[in-house]
């Protein structure tokens, strides 16, 4: 199905469970998977008699958020928003509406393009229902349970323009948005355990015209990929709809990962009344300019300005792909400041960007908690020849699991780069045992480099530098 | 017939009373008494004996007992009591037992009053003569074919029958002050803010208020002093203004500037108003410069009241489906239990107030309603600030009539409704009032005189409620309740010491 | 139901119909017979809560609040929490320590 001549409109909005040590209104432990209501109190049970009290360091967090998001961060007030479910322990959920925290901001993807984030505000999160009976699935479930730890756990609310015009942009977004909430200290990050929740508003209206179309709501989007394919899918839905004379109705859709499409819940054509009232059990919240200027100060560098900085470093004006790659997995895992450490150091850009988005990267949490400056010297070692790539990877995995020096550890694994003698004395021990081998590589096949390279490293026992074996090879070869 | 609590910790504090013995003459007068009067939901004599163990104990191991020692309380079936059944006289909430205690339940007991019971309400504080208590109605001491009024009902008739010294309500519309008038016994409502409602279950949150009952404004002011306070559990909480000492209730009121509310006159009981007249009168006679003023606002204030208070009532009453705790209708899904157990647990004011606060919050309907009420409340707070630019306190009735039959208005909530016209107004402003026992009408039935106060002006509040109280006429013994140690009529106010009631 | 609207007199324009919606809201489930009362009843209350619309309010705000205060906040501290069996203990339904309910119908609203 095309959507030649159709364009789509995408704008998202996303739940950050924010990491407090509690939660929004009360101090029971915000933690995921612990024993189901064993963090409940009667403030986040919604007992009666019981009064909420505002989490300090969830305002903060909130307050960063709009300011890494380039909001207005303003005098804010809470709403109630009424309505029934068993997973609502007061059956009105306390949120933000018409006077929000932060407004009218801003996120540039890595490529350039902003996006509009039109809010970020703050609410209290609901019970988790699980539907029992009926395989699972809700519509034939025998009874639900609900566990009330989640409940009253802080999130905020980040809604974007409808700027997005691609399911690939949705999900750049959606990566560079986490990678944010990530840098701020907000959030985990982990869709997967739904600390970060993506609902999609797709709409789609002929190529060239400005009028939005009619949007629908899609939920349950677990993963990136959900994402990307839910909004594809939807978008043809609607364009075959429009293409054959029907109209979209206004409707929230539920993404069904199996069968691949969106299914109708109800017709948002008559939309709940939530009755909105500002919350007399809170008082209006106006951060003062001083405790915003603190708290914008306390935010680290991000992900825009840290791509920036490696794009700086590479000094080539516009990374090529691989490159841009390098850059985007090394910050977006929070390992930059390696990078950054290494080239200080004198350690090549290009190796250092490779390092860093390929062997530290495969154990990003411990690469994030090594010392700079011992991964700087490391780098320095292979640069110099002291340690062959192979070497250097092993003593890196060293590091990385034990931390120490890199000199030590090279030391006790009895690395010691070869000689280049040794290496053409290795060399030619691998010649002579494949004439025909190596008769066809002077002629031509340059893919049995490769062979040649591995049989040196296996009978130096990986302590040959390859880059050496190389040389000696094209040497030989000429 | 009251005892004088102060007099209790006094005596109990000094050991010359034990708290075991003060707790069993209640006891018994609850028993003897409140099979006819039904003050009481919940009676809690066993804990309360442990109670009263505890104190006699610190009294003699030389501990401070605190300064309601001894104190016998009743405490609103609207506040939370661990381990104790927290009904709000509805049988949404028959049975259940808060897991926690509301936190002016743990000040009185951390000052050694000892808890004697629950007592009898309008369902979730909605009413004004306790006839919406799921459980039956309460009756008026004086009178018992007559409503005690409402909410608070139960708490007042046990005071006003001598049941118990002193007692908690809430005061959402009037809930307090309108049955302490209506009993013949003192009542009030504090600014909102000073006292912590973190326990209380919510009627209308930005107007409810827990405050008093007692015999004497000195116990009323015993009492406040003992719950009120910053607590932190309760966000929209104030820090404790200047202490009222209950010393400076005697400074009397030279030079104090009272304002007569026309608006808080107006339509009133010619029988009221008369001792509200009577009490300008002595507040003149004492020093204090009397003049009428009018505060026209007052007459939106009903309206707006019950705009906003439904409106709040109506989301803080969604909680109640049956899933969590209380009772549950089973049904085939959840949504329908729902529906079905509110439909059974709810009685008919609860649902209609319900159902005026969800329409007056509905889509449309907002602006006009709850809005236009909200923008009219601020209207009120402004018109009573200009008001005590020239007023140090305010004066009017605390209610149009005098007790009312049973069963005479529950037909027609709208007559109902208009019994809170006097009181409205301060749960609008946030300011306190109380109300002193002034007299009788002519069927010998309770009036009570309002005293209003700016916010967080208490001090000035009691000081003119104490020279009121002082000249007021005996409020003669009830029909139900215990006999009196002296026998018959309070003490007239000449032979009361100042800031106690001599016996 | 209608859109905003002067409201004096609104109330007496209310139907089996609003009151029928109105309950639907509440959650609230009432009869024919409950639902006639109290459509009479509310209509006279609303008429009485109607007169707010007399005063004038243009340029007049709401009061955020009864209270002058502003950023009432505590520290990110755990708090112990109730004890589950105690408040299940209260509950009307419970399986594996958690609440059960019968089966939900609809999506969250």
Not at chain 1, 1 to 28: N, P, R, Y
Not at chain 2, 79 to 94: H, Q
Request: one cysteine or more.
């Amino acid at each position: 199905m095309s959507t030649e001549g159709w364009e789509i409109v995408i704008g998202l909005e996303v739940h950050c469970e924010l990491q407090t040590a509690t939660k929004l209104f009360c101090g029971c432990r915000n933690a995921f998977g612990d024993e189901p209501n064993t963090n409940i109190c009667p403030v986040c049970l919604g007992l009666p008699g019981s009064l909420p009290v505002l989490n300090v360091k969830a305002v903060e967090i909130a307050m960063s958020i709009g300011t890494a998001l380039n909001c207005e961060v303003r005098p804010s007030l809470f709403h109630r928003k009424n309505y029934f479910y068993p997973d609502m322990p007061k059956d009105y959920q306390v949120s933000q509406y018409d006077e929000p925290i932060n407004v009218q901001g801003w996120l540039e993807l890595p490529e350039g393009e902003r996006v509009g984030i039109e809010r970020a505000h703050m609410e209290e999160d609901t019970g988790k229902t699980s539907h029992i009976g009926g395989g699972g699935r809700i519509h034939d479930a025998d009874h639900a349970l609900v566990d009330y730890n989640r409940a009253g756990v802080p999130l905020v609310e980040i809604v974007s323009a409808p700027d997005m015009r691609s399911a690939a942009q949705a999900r750049r977004y959606v990566e560079e948005l986490r990678a944010i909430l990530v840098a701020v200290g907000a959030s985990d990050g982990r869709m997967e355990e739904g600390s970060l929740r993506v609902d999609a508003n797709v709409s789609v209206r002929r190529a060239g015209t400005y009028e939005l179309g009619t949007r629908c709501e899609i939920k349950n989007l677990n993963s990136l990929r959900s994402l990307g394919r839910a909004i594809e899918h939807e978008a043809d839905r609607q364009v075959s709809l429009l293409e054959s004379g029907e109209r979209v109705l206004q409707q929230t859709r539920h993404w069904d990962e199996e069968s691949a499409r969106t299914v109708a819940l109800r017709s948002k054509e008559e939309a709940f009344d939530y009755r909105y009232f500002p919350e007399p059990d809170l008082v209006p919240l106006a951060p003062d300019p001083g405790w915003q200027a603190e708290v914008a100060a306390r935010i680290p560098a991000m992900p825009a300005e840290r791509r920036k900085k490696l794009v700086d470093l590479l000094g080539v004006g516009a990374p090529n792909d691989a490159q841009a790659d390098q850059i985007s997995t090394v910050v977006t895992l929070g390992l930059d400041r390696l990078v950054v450490a290494a080239t200080g150091a004198g350690v090549e850009i290009g190796l250092a960007l490779a390092r860093s988005a390929n062997e530290a990267a495969a154990d990003p949490e411990r690469a994030r908690e090594v010392d700079p400056s011992a991964y700087a010297a490391l780098l320095r070692m292979e640069q110099d020849g002291k340690l062959s790539a192979t070497q250097a990877k092993a003593v890196l995995a060293d590091l990385l699991q034990n931390g120490g020096h890199p000199a030590d550890i090279a030391r006790r694994k009895g690395f010691e780069a070869l000689g280049a003698d040794t290496v053409a004395a290795a060399v030619a021990q691998v010649i002579a045992a494949h004439p025909a081998e190596w008769e066809r590589f002077r002629q031509g096949e340059d893919k049995l480099q490769g062979l040649f390279t591995g049989e040196v490293m296996k009978a130096t026992k990986g302590k040959a530098d390859g880059k050496v074996v190389a040389a000696e090879l094209r040497r030989l070869r000429a | 017939m009251s005892e004088d609590a102060s007099a209790i910790a006094a005596a109990v504090r000094s050991g010359e009373a034990s708290a075991s013995e003060v707790l069993e003459r209640h006891l018994s007068a609850i028993e003897q008494h409140d099979g006819e009067l039904h003050a009481f939901l919940t009676v809690l004599a066993d804990s309360a004996r442990e109670e009263a163990r505890e104190i006699d104990r610190r009294v003699a191991a030389g501990e401070d007992p605190g300064p309601l020692a001894g104190v016998p309380v009743a405490l609103k079936d609207n506040l939370c009591t661990r381990g104790v059944p927290t009904t709000c006289a509805s049988r949404i909430l028959e049975g259940w037992c808060p897991p926690y205690d509301a936190t002016v339940v743990r000040r009185l007991r951390a000052a050694g009053a000892v808890v004697v019971g629950k007592t009898n309400l309008d369902e979730f504080a909605m009413g004004s003569s306790t006839e919406n208590s799921a459980f039956g109605p309460t009756r008026n001491p004086h009178d018992p074919g007559r409503v005690p009024g409402g909410s608070s009902g139960g708490s007042a008739a046990a005071v006003a029958a001598g049941l118990v010294p002193v007692a908690l309500g809430s005061d959402t519309g009037g809930s307090i002050r309108q049955p302490a008038a209506l009993c013949g016994v003192v009542g009030m409502k504090p600014t909102y803010g000073t006292v912590s409602r973190y326990g209380l279950v919510a009627f209308a949150s930005s107007l409810d208020q827990i405050g008093p009952f007692a015999s004497s404004v000195a116990d009323a002011v015993a009492l406040f002093e003992a719950i009120g306070g910053h607590d932190p559990c309760d966000s929209t909480s104030l820090e404790r203004p200047a202490s009222m000492s209950l010393g400076r209730l005697g400074d009397g009121v030279v030079g104090l500037r009272v304002g007569v509310v026309a608006e808080l006159l107006d339509g009133v009981d010619p029988a009221v108003a008369k001792r509200v007249r009577e009490a300008a009168e002595v507040l003149a006679a004492a020093g204090a410069s009397v003049e009428e003023c009018s505060i026209p606002e007052v007459a939106y204030a009903l309206p707006a009241y019950y705009l906003l208070a439904p409106a709040e009532a109506s989301s803080n009453l969604a909680r109640y489906d049956g899933v969590r705790y209380g009772l549950r209708v089973d049904a085939s899904s959840a949504e329908a239990m729902n529906g079905a157990t509110r439909a059974k647990g709810f009685g008919p004011e609860v649902k209609r107030r319900i159902m005026l606060g969800t329409y007056a919050l509905s889509a449309g309907y907002y602006d006009a309603y709850y809005g236009q009420a909200q923008k009219v409340r601020t209207l009120i707070i402004e018109a009573f600030k200009r008001a005590y630019e020239n007023a140090d306190v305010l004066l009017g009735a605390t209610t149009p009539t005098t007790a009312f039959e049973i069963g005479s208005k529950v037909d027609d909530p709208l007559a109902m409704y208009l019994s809170d016209v006097c009181t409205v107004p301060s749960n609008l402003s946030g300011d306190p009032a109380i109300t002193v026992p002034f007299g009788t009408d002519d069927l010998g039935l309770p009036v009570g005189v309002q005293v209003l106060a700016p916010a967080l002006q208490e001090t000035t509040m009691f000081q003119a409620a104490t020279v009121v109280e002082d000249a007021a006429p005996p409020v003669p013994t009830p029909r139900i309740g215990a006999d009196a140690t002296d026998g018959g009529e309070r003490a007239a106010g000449g032979e009361r010491a100042a800031g106690g009631r001599g016996r | 139901m209608a859109g905003d609207e002067d409201i004096s007199g609104a109330g007496a324009r209310l139907t089996r119909e609003d009151a029928a919606y109105v309950a639907r809201l509440a959650r609230i489930d009432l009869t024919d017979e409950e639902l006639d009362l109290y459509a009479g009843q509310l209509a006279a209350v609303l008429e009485h809560a109607a007169q707010v619309a007399a005063l004038a309010t243009a340029g007049v705000e709401p009061p955020a609040h009864p209270l002058p205060l502003r950023n009432v906040l505590r520290d990110d501290e755990v708090r112990p929490s109730l004890d589950r069996e105690e408040v299940l203990g209260q509950a009307p339904a419970v399986e594996d320590g958690r609440f059960s309910v019968p089966p939900i119908l609809g999506e969250v609203p």
